[in-house]
């Protein structure tokens, strides 16, 4: 902190969306509850134990609604954890604790149960067992939930606040997102993250400017504080002078009027200036972002991320909601082509209920079970969300496709199960398509060396370059340390693409690029020449794509694609990447 703490002050992190926002912070910490304190009037204290019993009887029927939808969806084995849940809800001598504890000090019940179930959690937590230590997460998660009750909130409730402001948060996750109130979201100021995280994408999809790694922002940011975020360049700027507000007013104005000159291209059709067709579709993860779909003037849906439904609700939606939501966005896109990604729940995308695969510790989350691998074992969930895409499929244009395939095994696998989902609605007699094309996407090393392989049992790939970017470099998408080998442009990941692409085209499938290279005006050019087919884009940042797409001629991008295959560094392409948009763009923007 400076010494003076309305001074202007400067943060540097990683440009992560783009846009400029001011506004008052709003500063979001994982803390554990706030429970208050109080004390209690003698002759309200059988009060307060009825308020204890009821609390403990309302969770304990909350958690068996949980077990009997995890027992049904996963299994009886991941069912188990919630017995040592209901356990501790019973433990005589953690109640009996508890009000001895209200009769001693006199305090209010929640205030009395947090302190008792902590003593526990500290004895459980310092002895050298496992068993033990496991114990002590039961009773952590179980106070939450009994705590949430006492207090009457629903558990892991809407992040609200009154007024516009610019959110400040250690690291968010996509379940924080789920829940936060968007609409009242300026920018969004992490101190963890990477350029791909999940959080990051949803702010790009909004159009929410976006500023993360900054280390210590939440320390040097107070609540209230007046902020700016510009995440054109990655810069935070607290409590700003008059002339820094005044100057970043006029670059608010001038970015806006570029974006205009962006947007007119959105009635126009997509091809290069030399009259080549080239599809340019738009990422969604929901009906609410089809308005946004058809206002940018997508082709049609590159990627329907459905973990969505699954991150926001409290348990695992049923068959039923999640083909009311899928049709949703099906019926959106007005007869333009869906994607529709099964389930890729894991790596940073892990359920706020805390429940089944998720209970478990998991080193590497990202090189673990996750998407794909999860599915192949809960074949039940699975066939449950294939069957709702399958319903959905008969109210409009449909594509199918697998996350995190690592080779042909998982890929017959999961066709085998569709076959299943199939007859499973030919005996219920329920419409769906019967030619619904698969897609692999392609987003581990594995898989791109063997879309040959691959090539033979589906009919399209989607390169998932937010993941396969990470597992080519070992660079954590997550991590701000680095940040800096996450690199789009690196020899690897050109001749990787490159790879897919020849493969491809030996047995005539298309190729889409659906991670966040394809909304990075840098890689237009580069990603046209290396004989992709399709980019699905953030919304919001579709016009621009195709503004630049309008200014290109197709055979300048095959030109760039040979020059950078034949370049040995990530910054040399980067470069040489940066001047074919510039010399494109010159007319629109200043470099300087
Ligand atoms: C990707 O990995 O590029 C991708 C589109 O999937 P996600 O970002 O959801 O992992
Ligand atoms: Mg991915």
Redesign the pocket.
């Known amino acids: 902190m400076s010494e003076n703490p309305q001074e202007e002050r400067t943060l540097t992190g990683i440009p992560a969306s783009p846009g400029v926002a001011h506004g008052p912070a709003f500063v979001f910490l994982h803390s554990e509850l706030d429970v208050p304190a109080y004390t209690i009037e003698t002759d309200q204290f059988d009060h307060e134990i009825d308020r204890f019993e009821k609390a403990l009887i309302a969770t304990r029927k909350e958690i068996q609604k949980i077990r009997v939808e995890i027992a049904d969806n996963l299994g009886e084995a991941e069912a188990q954890i919630f017995d040592a849940h209901q356990l501790v809800l019973e433990d005589k001598a953690l109640i009996d604790e508890t009000i001895r504890e209200l009769r001693d000090t006199g305090f209010n019940i929640e205030h009395c149960f947090q302190a008792v179930a902590q003593r526990y959690i500290d004895f459980f937590d310092s002895i050298d067992d496992d068993y033990l230590k496991e114990r002590a997460s039961d009773i952590r998660d179980v106070a939450r939930r009994l705590l949430h009750t006492l207090l009457g909130q629903a558990f892991d409730t809407m992040i609200t606040f009154s007024e516009d402001r610019i959110f400040v948060a250690e690291d968010i996750t996509p379940s924080d997102t789920a829940n936060l109130d968007q609409g009242r979201v300026l920018g969004l100021i992490t101190d963890k993250g990477g350029h791909?995280s999940h959080s990051v994408?949803m702010a790009r999809s909004l159009g929410i400017p976006a500023v993360v790694g900054l280390h210590d922002a939440t320390d040097q940011i107070d609540p209230g504080d007046d902020v700016i975020i510009d995440g054109y360049d990655g810069i935070v700027i607290i409590h700003p002078t008059a002339e820094t507000l005044f100057k970043y007013g006029k670059l608010k104005d001038k970015r806006k009027s570029i974006v205009d000159t962006f947007s007119k291209t959105i009635p126009l059709p997509s091809q290069t200036a030399d009259g080549r067709e080239f599809i340019l579709s738009a990422n969604v993860e929901s009906a609410q972002d089809i308005d946004l779909v058809n206002r940018n003037g997508a082709r049609g849906i590159g990627?329907f991320?459905t973990e969505g439904i699954f991150l926001k609700s409290n348990s695992f939606p049923s068959e039923e909601e999640q083909y009311q939501d899928y049709r949703a966005v099906v019926e959106g896109a007005q007869g333009r082509m869906v994607t529709i990604r099964t389930l890729?729940l894991g790596g940073d995308k892990s359920l706020k209920h805390g429940v089944g695969i998720h209970h478990i510790h998991e080193e590497n989350p990202f090189m673990g079970f996750r998407a794909i691998r999860f599915c192949l074992q809960y074949t039940n969930l699975f066939k449950e969300q294939l069957r709702a895409i399958l319903r959905a499929s008969a109210h409009g244009r449909v594509r199918i496709m697998y996350?995190m395939i690592s080779g042909i095994e998982e890929l017959k696998r999961a066709n085998e199960l569709l076959e299943d989902a199939k007859q499973d609605l030919e005996k219920r007699g329920e419409a769906h398509s019967k030619d619904l094309p698969v897609g692999t996407m392609i987003?581990i090393p594995s898989a791109a060396y063997t879309t040959d392989i691959l090539a033979e049992h589906c009919s399209f790939f989607s390169i998932?370059?937010?993941?396969l970017i990470q597992y080519l470099m070992a660079a954590d998408r997550l991590n701000d340390q680095i940040a800096h080998l996450y690199q789009p442009s690196h020899p690897a990941v050109l001749r990787t693409i490159r790879t897919i692409v020849d493969n491809a085209k030996k047995r005539n499938l298309n190729v889409s690029v659906?991670?966040e290279m394809a909304s990075d005006p840098l890689y237009t050019g580069l990603l046209m020449g290396l004989g992709i087919d399709e980019l699905s884009i953030t919304p919001a940042l579709l016009p621009e794509v195709k503004y630049l797409v309008r200014t290109i001629h197709f055979d300048d991008t095959l030109a760039l694609a040979k020059k950078a295959m034949d370049m040995d560094t990530a910054a040399e392409i980067r470069t040489e990447l940066n001047n074919f948009r510039k010399e494109r763009l010159k007319d629109l923007m200043d470099w300087e």
Do not use: H, Q, S, V
């Open positions: 791909t994408i990627l991320r890729d996350p987003e998932g370059t937010n993941d659906c991670g």
